[in-house]
C-alpha cells in the first residue's frame, strides 16, 4: 500500500528530476516578492506544501531573501513605499499557508511562557512572527503582543501571565532603544529577576544586547528556539 507519505515523495523525486526543485521554488519564491506579486507568492507557497519542501527554508531563504533585495532597492530609492508595503503583503499572505507547516518539536509539554513583540513606534512583524511561530511549534506558550507594543505592556502582560522569558524585536535603529526602556521597566516593577530577556531583529546585535542588559541575542527564528531552551535549563 502506498501511504500519503509515500506518495509525497514519489512526487518530490519526480519533480526533482524534471528540475532541481529546491533552488527553483527558493529562486521563484526571491523574484515573486521582488515583483510585489501577491498571487505568485500564494501560489509557490502552496507548492512548497504539495512538494513537501522545508516550509521554514522558503520562509527565510525563499520570502525573506525577497525581501531583503526590496529592502535595498528601498534604501538606494529605486522603489517607493507602496512597492515595499506590497512585497511585505505578499509575505504575509504566504506565510498564513507556510506557517501551519513548519516543523513541531516533540514535547507536548510546555517548555516555558514567553512574551513576544515588536517594540513601540515599530510596525514591522513579520519577523517577529516567525519566531513566535517557531517557539510555539517547539513546545513553548507564547502571548504575541503584536507590534508597536508600547512598554508597559510588555510589563504588563509578563506579569499576568507570570511569564518566563520577553522577547522584543527592532527593525529600526531609532527603536532599538524601546528594548532598554522595557528592561528598566521591568527592573522597577521588581520582575527583572524573574524573566529572562532575549532581544532579536536586523539591526539588533549581540553586542547589542549586553550594552543594554538583556540575556540574549538571537539571530534568527532557529536560534531563538535554542537561545530560549538554553536561557531556563531546558
Ligand atoms: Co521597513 N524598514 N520601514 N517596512 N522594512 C526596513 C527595516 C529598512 C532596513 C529598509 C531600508 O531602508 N533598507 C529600514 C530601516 C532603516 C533603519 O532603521 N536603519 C525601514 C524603514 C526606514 C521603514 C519606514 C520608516 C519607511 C517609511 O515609512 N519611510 C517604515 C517604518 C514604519 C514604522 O515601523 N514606524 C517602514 C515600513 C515598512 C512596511 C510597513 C512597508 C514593511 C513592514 C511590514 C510588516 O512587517 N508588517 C517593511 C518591510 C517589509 C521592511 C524590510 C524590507 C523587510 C523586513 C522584514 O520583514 N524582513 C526591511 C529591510 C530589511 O530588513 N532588509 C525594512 C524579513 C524578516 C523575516 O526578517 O524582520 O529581520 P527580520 O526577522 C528575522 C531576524 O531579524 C530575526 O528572526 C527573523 C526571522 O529569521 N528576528 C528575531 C526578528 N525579530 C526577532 C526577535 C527575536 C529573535 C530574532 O527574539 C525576540
Redesign the pocket.
Known amino acids: 500500500m502506498i501511504t500519503l507519505n509515500a506518495c509525497m515523495h514519489l512526487r518530490e523525486t519526480v519533480v526533482m528530476e524534471d528540475r532541481p526543485v529546491s533552488e527553483d521554488i527558493l529562486k521563484r519564491l526571491r523574484e515573486a516578492v521582488v515583483k510585489y506579486d501577491v498571487e505568485l507568492a500564494v501560489e509557490l507557497s502552496k507548492e512548497v506544501i504539495a512538494t513537501g519542501f522545508d516550509p521554514l527554508k522558503a520562509i527565510?531563504q525563499g520570502l525573506?531573501e525577497g525581501?531583503?533585495v526590496?529592502?535595498?532597492k528601498?534604501?538606494a530609492g529605486e522603489i517607493f513605499?507602496p512597492m515595499?508595503?506590497m512585497?511585505?503583503q505578499a509575505?504575509?499572505e504566504s506565510l498564513v499557508i507556510l506557517e501551519p507547516a513548519l516543523p513541531k518539536g516533540t514535547s507536548r509539554k510546555t517548555l516555558g511562557k514567553v512574551v513576544?513583540g515588536t517594540v513601540e513606534?515599530?510596525?514591522?512583524?513579520?519577523?517577529?512572527s516567525?519566531?513566535a511561530a517557531m517557539l510555539t511549534a517547539n513546545g513553548f506558550e507564547v502571548y504575541d503582543l503584536g507590534s508597536d507594543t508600547p512598554t508597559s505592556k510588555f510589563v504588563d502582560r509578563a506579569k499576568e501571565a507570570k511569564a518566563d522569558i520577553i522577547?522584543?524585536?527592532a527593525?529600526?535603529?531609532?527603536t532599538m532603544t524601546k528594548m532598554a526602556e522595557v528592561i528598566d521597566a521591568l527592573k522597577k516593577a521588581g520582575l527583572r529577576g524573574d524573566v529572562k530577556v532575549?532581544?532579536?531583529?536586523?539591526?539588533v546585535s549581540g553586542a547589542w544586547a549586553e550594552k543594554i542588559g538583556a540575556d540574549a541575542y538571537?539571530?534568527?527564528?532557529i536560534a531563538?528556539v535554542d537561545v530560549a531552551k538554553k536561557l531556563l535549563g531546558k
Open positions: 527565510e525573506g525581501l531583503r526590496v529592502g535595498d528601498f534604501e513605499l515595499l508595503m512585497a511585505a509575505v504575509k513576544i513606534g515599530d510596525i514591522h512583524d513579520i519577523g517577529k516567525i519566531v522577547g522584543m524585536s527593525l529600526l535603529t531609532t532575549i532581544v532579536g531583529g536586523a539591526p538571537a539571530e534568527d527564528a531563538s
